[in-house]
């Protein structure tokens, strides 16, 4: 029988004791709020309930707009026990953003955070599909239009809903993608399940297919979770997800921005055994607290470390392994596409002074082909694009040309394609190459380079430009605009980051300004991004930056 997300966290409501402290909200005044089992199943038992009478219809699609707190994480269970498709949201998101993934997405409700309010009141009227708005506020609701989270997750004595429930029940996931606007990957929960479902110390392993494989304790699991990615990404939300539907808590912090100091705090108060991050632009600033205040925090009880969506340096794992002596670095190359397709496993004794970095090993439902979808030898050399069967989605939600280009059957067997280039090894393990394509991946955020460059043509004093990614210590990858100006204009760099500011999410905002007389392009005017990025690389680096 396969995993329904609803029928899993119902599961953890009968079996675990309702005094057992599941959901810990953390801030740098200490505990904010808590949520036990039995105050987790009814707020998530009403506010499905709510939802239902409100005239969401199971199968109907909800968008969540907010940051990382608790009514984030009552929210995605409660659409689970509901059958209606989870949203995502990136707050980041400007109006037009905003208006095109909600119309896109069709969804009938938004459960949105009173921070976000202004914006969401000003596109309301552009939003065709969505009938029901639910504000999550400190206080009292801001907005006449909004129903209040609390009252709807409050009122109600909590009890399970009389609901058949469906392992092909589906979860959308809005992801980046290459080039265009963001796009809904449509999972069905059974599959997501096979994703995420397996032990985060062992990502080789499969994962349970029965409520009782789930093993549930009834006094509580002991391996608490904290939850650094935002809710809004695959990372944060499924990670989440999944440690409650074995009964661990989920430990968050309420932070705008990531803060080092209170992470390593948080992990020695609570004894917590996973983490997920992403890559160097949260190891670095890790390692370099941990490097400034040598003994200050003991990290005894953290077990594994998680990675994806990022480049993850050699140097910043050895350094993050200096500090926790029992630390397993998980490295995975996955995408919301797929499930992974490679990992590694650094400990203290693996050798991570080899340039390339530590190599990965292929997943079970991995294969590499080369360019016209045959199989690549596993011979040391060869490359190839990684990949995967078995546990991938359904495809993009209202975009058939999209499904057709990620997903391909070969040889009977259904393929997704995410975009990562590998070279093997002699061993038969890989190095990760990169992506394919031109996105950009700055701090865990996939860029789109047409739609900044189309952004900053719109800009006056813009003649031509391509946007490319630069390598960055922190965020992996910076946002780096080639501009050619048009006549008489000034070599302000900062005119146009207030530009795209204006019309984008920030970090969407290059970081790097550079002007040249000519872009390059094909005789045809085709943009060469790789001589463009090529020329990037040298010019900052002479400029000292």
Known sequence: MAINFGDMFDNVDSVVDP?????????HEGLLRSLTVGQFKQRTNNLARSLLAMGCEPGDNVAIYMRNRLECLVATVALAKARLVHVNVNYRYKAGELVYLLDNSDSRCVIFESEFADTLSATRAQLGSADYFIEVSEENVTQDWSHSFDELAQSGGGEPLDIERSSSDQFFMYTGGTTGMPKGVMWEQGVLWNMIGPNPLTPFSPAPQTLTELNVPPDGGKNKTLVLLPFMHGSGVWSSLASIGYGDPVVMTRSKRFDPALTLTTIDKYGIANVTIAGDAFAKPLVDELEANPGKYELATLKGLRSSAMLFSSRNKALLLKHCPDLRVIDIVGSSESSASAASIAT???????????PMHLT?????FDENWNKVEAKA????????????????YKDEEKTAQTMTIVDGVRYSRPGDWVEFQEDGSVIFLGRGNVSINTGGEKVFPEEVEVTLRAHPDVADCLIVGVPDDRFGQAITAVIRLGPNAGQDEEVFKVHVRE????YKVPKHVLFVPEIFRSAAGKADYKMTRDYA???LEDAGK
Do not use: H
């Open 364 to 368: 079970p439902a991995a294969t590499v």
């Open 503 to 506: 019309e984008l999410a920030d």
């Open 348 to 358: 203290r004794e693996s050798d991570l002074s080899q340039p390339r970095g530590l």
């Open 537 to 539: 690389v040298r010019a």
């Open 19 to 27: 005094d057992f402290t599941l959901v810990y909200e953390e801030g």
């Open 381 to 396: 050399g060869n490359t190839g694009f990684l990949a995967v069967s078995g546990a991938i989605p359904l495809g993009y």
